[in-house]
């Protein structure tokens, strides 16, 4: 059983940056993916990035490619998501989470069973 906590989330203006990290506690196998999720009000939760646990090799979302960077501290158990050039449109609860099952399916898509609670990005204009 892994339990994650996110949080560096806060109000940021349009253009600024934040970090966002998620300590996961329990065993993290070299085969789990770490991943970023966000849900707008009114809107479906979105897959933002990814990263394999051992080897560190990440994807993104169209939308946040060359503005969000994923990483990860294995010494830690932690992942962060660092966010730069924010806009109004990044505004969102992001939770992070795991897909502990071994795939070859893109990051995205494959289906994550550990969830965090979330934590609030508010950009504003």
């Known amino acids: 059983q892994v339990q994650l906590e996110e949080s560096g989330g806060g109000l940021v203006q349009a253009g600024g940056s934040l970090r966002l990290s998620c300590a996961a506690s329990?065993?993290?196998?070299?085969?789990?993916?770490m991943g970023w999720f966000r849900q707008a009000p009114g809107q479906e939760r979105e897959y933002v990035a990814g990263?394999?646990?051992?080897?560190?090799?990440?994807s993104y979302a169209a939308s946040v490619k060359g503005r969000f960077t994923i990483s990860r501290d294995n010494a830690k158990n932690t992942v962060y998501l660092q966010m730069n050039s924010l806009t109004p449109e990044d505004t969102a609860v992001y939770y992070c989470?795991?897909?502990?099952?071994?795939?070859?399916?893109?990051?995205?898509?494959?289906?994550?069973?550990?969830w965090g609670q979330g934590t609030q990005v508010t950009v504003s204009a």
């Open positions: 989470a795991i897909c502990s099952s071994p795939s070859y399916s893109d990051y995205s898509r494959r289906t994550y069973d550990y």
């Open positions: 329990g065993r993290i196998f070299s085969h789990y993916i």
């Open positions: 990263i394999r646990w051992s080897s560190g090799t990440t």
